[in-house]
């Protein structure tokens, strides 16, 4: 369920903003790309599973290993199917500034990039500057328009729904040992969802907003 802070100006402007970022009809010059993250636990046996045989299921010892944490980096262009998801060590400032250079890289033609995400800390010039310098970091940041979602808003980011996609059809409830096996399953579902062109319907609008949370349409400036 969604769970929705208290609709302040500020709430209600974001949401609005994000919102008509959606309603927008696909323009291939202006692609709308959703950034999200979420930690993965690494779990290895400690006993090694026994396989399925005939008239018996696969059976696995309820006792694991503890082996750290990784990160999933969603990232997802909704109405295209494009998918640039993908595992990390961590979630730092410098695996962010390199994500957004991979999908900055990919729309070269692009005249710019909406990226939604929520307000995390890394995500943000800072990040891109710090690791890629002032130059080339500058100009990345350059290249896109940021929408950030409201602050207890990040339903609003489609990310969080690639992320599901993710933890239902690649992870599952499979042990997952090391960050290597990890990259290796996500790049794998990465490539099938590119290959079906997997796209994401959207269908909360503002117009749908404004009913369910009963307020008027916001007045514009100027």
Known sequence: MWCVAELDRAYIEKMEDVLAVYETPYDPAEPVVCVDEKPVSLHADVRPPIPAKPGKPAKQDNEYERCGTANIFG???PKAGRHFTTATPDRS???FACLVKRIVEHYPQAHTIHLV???LNIHCRKSLVTHFGE??????WDRLTVHYTPKHGS?????EIELSLVSRQCL????IPDLETLQREVQAWNRKANRKRT????????????KLFRYKKPRTSG
Do not use: C, H, P
């Not at 339903?155 to 990310?159: E, I, K, P, T, V």
């Not at 599952?172 to 042990?175: A, D, I, N, Q």
């Not at 796209?199 to 404004?210: L, M, Q, V």
């Open 135 to 140: 130059g080339k970091g500058g100009s990345l």
């Open 172 to 175: 599952g409830s499979r042990r």
């Open 117 to 119: 995400m929520d307000n």
């Open 93 to 95: 400032g410098y695996q």
């Open 155 to 159: 339903w609003l980011d489609q990310a």
């Open 75 to 77: 990232a997802v262009e």
């Open 199 to 210: 796209k994401i319907n959207w269908r909360f609008t503002r117009k749908k907003a404004r």
